[in-house]
């Protein structure tokens, strides 16, 4: 790998086609489609326990840096998503705990199928995944919970920016979906602020929006590679799109065995 420029986990775009789960057969975008099924997950997870933004980000950064050590072949999407979500609430001292937790990850990775309520099967095969999967996780992350978030810089961009309420929400928006990507591996998180921007503007365009981004510490050539990086996941999520629900399967008592699809 090359060195660093400024995160022992940041990575380039090229290095994302070398990753452990690529190497075990899974396409460049078929890999990107099933970290963003995790991110998914922990999004619809965390509004249910009513978790704090930056929980449910931090845990979509941990899924991100699992599975540029770990090959989706061995540890499936949503064990790894839930299990990033429950040590995310505990680095972000927004503590839930297992009983709580665990009836939400079940309800939502099943789509609504599924009830894992205390002593039931469905809820011990849920506790074993995230127990077991728990320390794998954080060895795979070197123990580093730290995450450069894109919300900071937008809030300092949105405070000195014309954007009215409508694109601002905007902005929020697509920063939320920008986690469900790589990005966080390949860019700053103030370039990630400012793709978000930008969107926003490109979708309710105003007079003099070309100025707004001046003075904002990022290089347009960067905001602009993560703006079509977005637009292209967008693209490859709607033709992915099926009428019909994917199937739903029992989560393991393996972390390594998958869930669901």
Excluded at 18 to 32: D, H, K, L
Excluded at 209 to 230: F, H, I, P, T
């Amino acid at each position: 790998m090359a060195e660093r420029k400024w995160t022992d986990w940041q990575y380039t775009r090229d290095e994302l086609k070398q990753t452990p789960s690529v190497a075990s057969g899974w396409t460049v975008e078929r890999e990107e489609m099933d970290r963003a099924k995790a991110c998914t997950l922990v999004y619809a997870a965390a509004r249910k326990l009513q978790l704090p933004q930056i929980t449910s980000a931090s845990a979509c950064v941990y899924v991100h840096r699992f599975f540029m050590r770990h090959s989706l072949k061995e540890y499936h999407h949503y064990n790894v998503a839930a299990t990033c979500l429950f040590l995310a609430c505990k680095a972000e001292e927004s503590l839930r705990k297992l009983d709580v937790f665990i009836p939400v990850i079940a309800y939502y990775a099943s789509k609504g199928h599924r009830k894992a309520v205390v002593g039931t099967s469905e809820y011990d095969k849920w506790r074993s995944v995230i127990v077991t999967t728990e320390p794998i996780v954080l060895e795979a992350l070197c123990f580093d919970m730290v995450v450069d978030h894109p919300h900071v810089s937008l809030v300092h961009m949105l405070e000195r920016t014309p954007l009215d309420e409508r694109r601002k929400q905007m902005a929020w928006s697509f920063v939320a979906d920008c986690m469900r990507v790589p990005v966080c591996l390949v860019h700053e998180a103030r370039t990630v602020a400012g793709a978000a921007v930008e969107l926003a503007m490109r979708v309710a365009p105003e007079q003099g929006d070309n100025a707004v981004l001046d003075g904002a510490g990022v290089r347009r050539a960067e905001v602009e590679s993560v703006v079509q990086w977005l637009l292209e996941f967008y693209a490859r999520e709607a033709q992915a799109r099926r009428p019909v629900t994917e199937a739903v399967q029992t989560p393991a008592s393996s972390p390594a065995s998958p869930t669901v699809g």
